[in-house]
């Protein structure tokens, strides 16, 4: 059964800090990996989808990398603004076509 | 592009109660999910259908909930009775097919439910 770990579970950083979000996973044998992001009484949005063959994906101040044969993938956040802080959600989809969540990691952004 | 659609957005009941959940997917999606999401917890996948059809309820506590997609396009999610523990925010997604590995799924802003 795929498991999905995410640390820190709780960041705190001041604005204009470059900063990383760690997932990991436990099976390799997956068809992507995807970042999404969950405000307060939100639903969630995906941030950038990394495909298996891929190593990694860019959107504006965001980069994700995936790691697959170690099982890790990173999301870099590029000088910080108070509107990123948001929870953060890592989803692997393994051969079940299913997603498989990590519990989030917390990042709170200050001016 | 309307979104993925969700009522209510907030219930609360009492524990032996009922409560249904609806979700509209957005158009020309054929795969709905419905997730499970407890606080401080990542979404657990309860049910995914595939157009009419179930793909996935190995999650499903089958002996109170159950689910229902009519025509392959709404869908509805049904708790009978509710237990304390069903406490949490419910979550419809939607997607254009489940099986491709660039296939992203769109989420509804959910409902929280409260069982007192």
């Known amino acids: 059964k795929q498991e999905v770990t995410q640390i820190p579970a709780a960041l705190s950083v001041p604005e204009g800090e470059n900063l990383v979000l760690n997932c990991s996973f436990t099976?390799?044998?997956?068809?992507?990996l995807q970042w999404f992001r969950q405000d307060p009484g939100k639903g969630l949005t995906s941030l950038l989808l990394?495909?298996?063959?891929?190593r990694e994906q860019t959107s504006g101040r965001l980069n994700a990398s995936l790691d697959k044969s170690s099982g890790r993938s990173t999301l870099y956040i590029a000088a910080s603004q108070p509107g990123d802080s948001a929870t953060y959600l890592c989803?692997?989809?393994?051969?079940?076509?299913?997603?498989?969540f990590g519990k989030g990691t917390s990042l709170l952004v200050t001016p | 592009e309307a979104g993925v659609a969700q009522s209510p957005r907030y219930k609360i009941i009492e524990k032996r109660q009922s409560v249904a959940f609806w979700c509209n997917p957005i158009?020309?999606?054929?795969?709905l999910y419905w997730y499970q999401q407890i606080l401080g917890q990542g979404p657990k996948l309860l049910i995914q259908?595939?157009?009419?059809?179930?793909?996935?309820d190995s999650q499903l506590p089958k002996d109170r909930f159950s689910a229902e997609r009519l025509k392959g396009v709404d869908s509805t999610l049904k708790i009978q009775p509710a237990k304390l523990e069903d406490s949490a925010v419910y979550l419809c997604?939607?997607?254009?097919?489940?099986?491709?590995?660039?296939?992203?799924?769109?989420f509804g802003p959910g409902t929280r439910l409260t069982v007192l």
């Open positions: 099976d390799s044998a997956i068809y992507n």
């Open positions: 158009s020309g999606h054929a795969t």
């Open positions: 997604a939607s997607s254009l097919n489940s099986g491709g590995a660039t296939d992203t799924q769109y």
């Open positions: 989803a692997v989809k393994d051969s079940g076509y299913a997603l498989n």
């Open positions: 990394i495909q298996s063959s891929q």
């Open positions: 259908f595939q157009n009419n059809g179930v793909v996935d």
